[in-house]
C-alpha cells in the first residue's frame, strides 16, 4: 500500500527566516507530485506539481520554490518567509495517467508565521 | 482558463434532512469533476468523481450527476448525517498529471 508522509506537522517560525517542508511517499514508483495551499479559511490552491525526478513546474508564484531531489521525495521552501505564507500545506500524489486519477492528500504542515 | 465555482460557502442543516451542494464549471475542454472531503483537522479525500460512460458516481450515501449542457456536478444525499460535518470541494481536471482545480469549497454543518 502507498503512504504519503509530511514533515513537520507543525511549524512557527519569524518573518525573513528560511522554510523547509518535505514530502515522501512510499509504495508507488513514478507518481505525480503536488503542493497545495490552504489559506485558513481559503480554498486549495495548487502552487507546483512535479512528474518526473528534477522536473518541478510552477502554478502559482507565492515567493516559494520546489524540488523532486529522488523520485519519491518532494520539497517545499523558502529563504525568506512573509506573513502571507501562514496556512496549511498539503503535499499530493496522483497516478498521473489520465484526467480522471484521484489525488492522495498526505495529512499537512500548519505553518504560523509570525 | 479553467474554473470551479461552488455558490454555498457555508450550509447548515438539520440531521435527516437532504443536502444538495452545488458545482458549475467551466472549462474549454471535457474534463473531469470531483468531490473532495475535508473533516476538521485532516486531509481533503476523495468522495466520488465522475465517469466517462454517464455512470451516477455513489459514495457513503453521496452521489453526484454531471450535466454537461448546464455545466454542472452537483452533490446530494437524500438524509444527512451529523458525521457528515465536513467542507465539500468540487473541483474538475482535463489535463492528465497536471492541474486539479479547486472549488472554493462549501463547509457543511449538520446539527441534531
Known amino acids: 500500500a502507498q503512504t504519503i508522509h509530511q514533515w513537520p506537522v507543525a511549524e512557527i517560525k519569524a518573518v525573513g527566516s528560511p522554510l523547509s517542508l518535505g514530502c515522501t511517499i512510499k509504495?508507488?514508483?513514478?507518481?505525480?507530485l503536488y503542493w497545495y495551499w490552504q489559506a485558513t479559511g481559503g480554498t486549495l490552491q495548487q502552487l507546483f506539481y512535479?512528474?518526473?525526478?528534477?522536473?518541478v513546474e510552477s502554478v502559482v508564484q507565492l515567493n516559494l520554490s520546489a524540488s523532486r531531489p529522488k523520485d519519491d521525495q518532494f520539497i517545499l521552501s523558502t529563504e525568506k518567509l512573509l506573513l502571507s505564507h501562514s496556512g496549511f500545506y498539503l503535499c499530493a500524489w496522483s497516478l498521473g495517467t489520465t484526467s480522471a486519477e484521484t489525488l492522495y492528500f498526505g495529512s499537512g504542515t500548519r505553518l504560523t508565521v509570525l | 482558463g479553467d474554473s470551479v465555482t461552488q455558490t454555498e460557502g457555508l450550509v447548515t442543516l438539520t440531521e435527516g434532512l437532504p443536502v444538495m451542494l452545488n458545482c458549475t464549471y467551466q472549462s474549454t475542454y471535457s474534463p473531469f469533476l470531483f468531490w473532495y472531503v475535508q473533516h476538521l483537522n485532516e486531509a481533503p479525500k476523495l468522495l466520488l468523481k465522475s465517469f466517462t460512460d454517464n455512470k451516477r458516481p455513489e459514495h457513503q450515501g453521496f452521489h453526484a450527476t454531471l450535466h454537461k449542457s448546464s455545466s454542472s456536478f452537483h452533490l446530494q444525499k437524500s438524509s444527512a448525517q451529523l458525521s457528515d460535518s465536513a467542507l465539500y470541494y468540487c473541483?474538475?481536471?482535463?489535463?492528465?498529471?497536471?492541474?486539479?482545480?479547486f472549488g472554493g469549497g462549501t463547509r457543511l454543518t449538520v446539527r441534531p
Open positions: 512535479s512528474i518526473t525526478v528534477g522536473q
Open positions: 509504495g508507488k514508483s513514478s507518481p505525480n
Open positions: 473541483a474538475l481536471s482535463h489535463n492528465a498529471g497536471a492541474k486539479l482545480t
